[in-house]
């Protein structure tokens, strides 16, 4: 039993291992979108965070609509992980009309595996990770905070490292015990190269 579980493990961290290897050059690529580069500028204006939100809202809604449900019943936690509302009200807080959050476009995306939509998971739970050094930069340089214009970057908070460990525990435990990792890898490289094209509007 225990050789078995060490197996397990060993197979769960090169899983996490290769993914990451896999995906680096299209996270590269979509960390040089203009529109993500713009936030990290010290001259990041009001406009360059909104128009970050206002494309990152249509796959982050999507995702819910259409991912989530398939994952049911692997991530227990997943009413925990609801997003898209936080950037409604963060871009109402920083100045959009009820006609501009209305004609927010929404991504669709059609039919998705099981093994689809954890790649898309893996990407979308990253950005909340990585949402907590943009949050400190936007708080530093256009004064937003949790409670007024930034909570979507804000994260889980304090829980934001725990949720992501729960995540990616049980995620590479799935792609180990159903040997469906290079599908999920595929689909995460894809999701990258989606949202780079979706924030600059090339889909």
């Not at 996490?16 to 990290?40: D, G, M, P, V, Y």
Request: aromatic share 12%; with cysteine; glycine share 8%.
């Amino acid at each position: 039993m225990l050789m078995n579980e060490a197996g397990v493990l060993k197979d769960q961290d090169l899983f996490i291992k290769s993914l990451r290897q896999e995906t680096a050059e299209n996270h590269q690529k979509l960390e040089e979108n203009r529109l993500s580069k713009a936030l990290l500028e010290p001259t990041v204006t009001l406009s360059d965070y909104q128009a970050y939100l206002s494309g990152l809202y249509g796959v982050t809604v999507s995702c819910e609509n259409q991912v989530f449900p398939l994952l049911n019943h692997i991530f227990p936690d997943l009413s925990e992980r609801y997003k898209s509302g936080f950037i409604l009200n963060d871009l109402k807080t920083t100045g959009y009309s009820d006609t501009q959050i209305d004609s927010l476009p929404v991504y669709e995306f059609g039919f998705l595996s099981v093994p689809d939509a954890l790649g898309v998971m893996y990407v979308l739970e990253g950005t909340t990770l990585g949402g907590r050094i943009l949050y400190k930069h936007i708080h530093e340089t256009l004064g937003l905070t949790e409670d007024n214009g930034a909570r979507y970057f804000w994260g889980y908070g304090p829980q934001t490292g725990v949720l992501w460990k729960s995540f990616i525990s049980v995620f590479a435990r799935f792609s180990a015990e159903s040997n469906e990792g290079p599908a999920i890898i595929s689909n995460a490289k894809k999701t990258f190269t989606l949202i780079d094209n979706w924030l600059t509007g090339s889909i």
